[in-house]
């Protein structure tokens, strides 16, 4: 995993640059602004905005007609000196875009599991390690298939981010 740098995040904290650069790994991507902001569901400006502030950040290069990562590996926000709002305004798109989906993909496209339980406080900061460990293991199992051909996103809450062929 690639740590972003507080900058970095600052100028990627909304839910599309890290779709855009997920769906830059689909097996039957499109190196076209229309393209990806018809699978997004965004503009095209998002889109060329998006990817013209992550070549400028260094996390994309324009190569051959196509934009290619330059990290050396998946790309995460886990910095503890982000600052809180940044990280809060990032998760609340996360959970707009899981309400959306809740209410509109079906159940056999998604997943939204919760649980209530009780808890000794002191347990928390082992809980977090062992959230994060099941993320990391999770996106290396997905990331050994070469096949990709939509975005997800977890919280908890997995659903799609990219419109179906049939939805375009």
């Given at each position: ?128 390690n062992l959230i994060k460990e099941f993320r990391r293991k999770i996106s290396k ?28």
């Amino acid at each position: 995993f690639t740590q972003l740098s507080n900058d970095q995040f600052k100028f990627m904290s909304k839910w599309q640059y890290f779709a855009i650069l997920e769906l830059l790994e689909t097996k039957d991507v499109i190196h076209d602004t229309s393209w990806i902001a018809r699978r997004l569901g965004i503009s095209e400006m998002e889109v060329r905005i998006s990817l013209e502030r992550m070549v400028r950040l260094e996390i994309l290069d324009f190569t051959d007609e196509k934009w290619i990562e330059r990290g050396s590996g998946k790309m995460t926000d886990i910095n503890s000196s982000i600052s809180v709002s940044a990280r809060a305004r990032s998760q609340a798109q996360n959970l707009e875009k899981s309400l959306f989906a809740l209410e509109n993909v079906s159940g056999e496209l998604r997943d939204h599991s919760s649980m209530t339980c009780s808890i000794n406080t002191e347990s928390i900061p082992h809980v977090k390690n062992l959230i994060k460990e099941f993320r990391r293991k999770i996106s290396k199992y997905l990331n050994k298939n070469q096949d990709k051909n939509e975005v997800y996103q977890l919280s908890i809450s997995f659903y799609p981010l990219t419109k179906t062929k049939d939805e375009l």
